[in-house]
């Protein structure tokens, strides 16, 4: 562990934020895969908390282009939301800036730190449970989309280009195939197989985009559930984690959420036999997020939510298998052959949304005509 990652450099590092009062704690928080977070606790009247976070800097390269992104947006959403919700800073991010008035802090080695407001008496699910909780993720980001429509999208960076472009992704796999950096591709011969004979099939979101059906809009790219906030009674509270807000296609969020809700049990489970669909939950995400963006999609983007709903879970399997492959530079691994089962478990949830693609199709027909 370097110098700068111990307790008392962590918090020399948090003194640098204009946070209020003295900083009692600082512990490990949430289950990201890519920063470093924790949450920190100080002693102040205003019963507030704060989110600290290393930034990956070797994935998000251009961190002023970040922070100002997650700027932007989040003071969009604060100008949308006043006039008719009370408190706006407890249904949006809130950056904590630096005592010098910048959005993040960087160490003498060149680390990137930032920190957020926690909101406290929120919760998070890594695993939907209820329809309730399902239909609140689907209105929270369907209003996401919806409220950054009038956000002018060329003020943003594209922090990642090509994060959800297939194409992009079969390709990186076909690259570390060819490296073999980790000298795995003989261990993975039958899942590169099942993956190869979908790509096809895959490429219906891409295909529809490039032939001009399916507008650019603003999106979040990362809808997994647990980046959702929801409050007591599982009423929407806030998005988080604005890390990959840039122009997109809705079919991707929709897609990864879906990825998340559907699945009855966690994205890295071993036991493939554990991973079945749970179909009320997809109809609930399905029935809450129409009920904010029926207001704007198209047809064409209708009929691309489901195309969305089977592939993302490929893609995630593409993209895990290929830092497998590397050798897990990419995303924290917690055993060796981590990003394999992530990759398994990812294929499992493409083989049961194959085996229920009529039926959810079915779903999604019925809460468009009751939208
Ligand atoms: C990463 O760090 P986290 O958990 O928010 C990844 C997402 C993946 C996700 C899989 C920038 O997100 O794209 O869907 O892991 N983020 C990035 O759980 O690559
Ligand atoms: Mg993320």
Redesign the pocket.
Known sequence: MSLVNTEGAIKAIAEQFDVEGEILDIRRFG?????DTYKLTVDSPKDISYLLQKI?HH??TDIDGLMNNISLVTNHLKDVLRGYVEDVDKHTLTIVPTKDGRLYHVTPEGEYWRIFVLLDGTKSYDIVETTKQAYSGGQAFGRFQKQLASLDATKLVEI?PN?HNIDFRLDNLRKAISKDAAGRVHEVQDILRYIFDREDKMRRVIKLARSGRLPLRITH??T?F??VLLDQYDNVQCVI?L??VMPGYVAYDFG?AI??IINSAA?DEPETSKIVLNIPLFQAYTEGYLSEAKDFLTNDEVDSLLYGALL?PYM?AV??LTDYLEGDT???IHYPDHNLV?TKAQLKLVDELERHEEELEGILNKSLVNR
């Open positions: 289950s990201g895969h890519i920063n990956n994935i998000f990642l994060f790219n990362d997994k647990n980046n984690d890390d990959t990864d990825r998340t994205e993302l995630q993209r895990f990419y995303y924290k992530r």
